[in-house]
Nanobody, 118 residues
């Protein structure tokens, strides 16, 4: 069982930066691949970034070069550094955990709102 709690969302102007954090419970955090997803009003949830147990990373094309995902296994934390934010990045951002070697995100946080003003 893994519990996830996101933080760090807020209101920022276009071009600004935010750093999202995700705190995970449990002693087996290092065995999970971690992802960030987002959902804008009226849209489906979409993949943003993933960092595997071995720290390999994958990004959605829309955020490549602007967002960076990282993890600290000693602290059971996952981060999403978001730079050069655009109004279209406005969404609720969710942290999720998938057992390594799977694509099944079994655990989700409650989400944190990110709003980018133009």
């Amino acid at each position: 069982q893994v519990q996830l709690v996101e933080s760090g969302g807020g209101l920022v102007q276009a071009g600004g930066s935010l750093r999202l954090s995700c705190a995970a419970s449990g002693r087996t955090f290092s065995r999970y691949d971690m992802g960030w997803f987002r959902q804008a009003p009226g849209k489906e949830r979409e993949f943003v970034a993933r960092i595997n147990w071995n720290r390999s990373r994958t990004y959605a094309d829309s955020v490549k070069g602007r967002f960076t995902i990282s993890r600290d296994n000693a602290k059971n934390m996952v981060y999403l550094q978001m730079n050069s934010l655009k109004p279209e990045d406005t969404a609720v951002y969710y942290c999720a955990a998938a057992p390594k070697y799977t694509s099944s995100y079994d655990y989700w946080g409650q989400g944190t709102q990110v709003t980018v003003s133009s």
